[in-house]
């Protein structure tokens, strides 16, 4: 899974970072309910092919995606497959494949809509979402929570990365007696390094006279109507092809 610190760098500098955040939301916004609300085929096709497409146009590497994608799918995959099949004790073979219609439909919304949904993370930095957020009057405390928290797993994971690392060139991962060993030891690391991380930055911000108010800057980046229109008419195209496919 691509690293919290990958996805903020390329939603930071794609190509789509100075287009305005609800231009980006309406894209991707419209791609996941069109992937929830189409027709299965060609609906989630069409919505994975824009979302591949947007990642090109966006300068997105098609790595980062698939990245991010990889445990989502491994759920999707996991929960079709159990659609798929019945089980019936008294019966033989006792599983049977009985349910593919319902498994391929949860398989082709799950991907389609995962897929919408990471395009959004890669285009829109966090921070700017959250800004925009207390703007439309998301109160001001789940806001600060919510970036607090993004800054402090972004770090912890950087932390755990090059800790992993140290292991690693020690040959801490030379059998299963060591690898459980190193686990162990970076599992306790991990707990005992985010309390220290969260106690200094406690008083780190007490020092400087913290009044718990986070400021989150705004770029306030215009809006690029051909962008929009563009957006806009592809989505139509998209519901209406899907609709008029799946009627015919």
Request: hydrophobic share 55%; aromatic share 6%.
């Amino acid at each position: 899974m691509a690293a919290i610190s990958t996805i903020d760098t390329i939603a930071h500098t794609n190509r789509w970072s100075h287009h305005h955040l609800g231009d980006k939301v309406v894209w991707a916004g419209g791609l996941v309910a069109a992937a929830l609300l189409t027709p299965v085929w060609p609906g989630a096709l069409a919505v994975t092919v824009c979302v591949l497409c947007s990642c090109a146009l966006a300068g997105i590497p098609l790595r980062v995606l698939f990245g991010i994608l990889r445990v989502p799918l491994g759920f999707i995959v996991s929960g079709a497959v159990i659609t798929a099949i019945s089980l019936t004790p008294g019966r033989w073979p006792p599983i049977r494949l009985t349910e593919l219609g319902a498994a391929a439909a949860l398989a082709g919304r799950g991907i389609a809509g995962t897929a919408a949904a990471a395009l959004l993370a890669l285009t829109v930095p966090v921070p700017e979402l959250l800004a925009r957020a207390r703007r439309v009057g998301v109160p001001a405390v789940v806001c600060e929570v919510a970036i607090l928290m993004y800054r402090m797993i972004a770090v912890s994971l950087e932390r755990l990365r090059w800790q992993r690392l140290a292991q690693e060139n020690r040959l801490g991962y030379d059998g299963l007696r060591r690898s459980m060993r190193s686990v162990a030891a970076l599992a306790a690391a991990a707990f005992v390094g985010s309390i220290t991380h969260a106690q200094r930055l406690a008083t780190g911000l007490g020092a400087r006279g913290f009044d718990g108010t986070v400021w989150l800057l705004d770029d306030g980046a215009p809006h690029r109507p051909r962008f929009l229109a563009g957006a806009v008419s592809m989505l139509a195209l998209v519901v209406v092809g899907s609709f008029l496919w799946g009627a015919s």
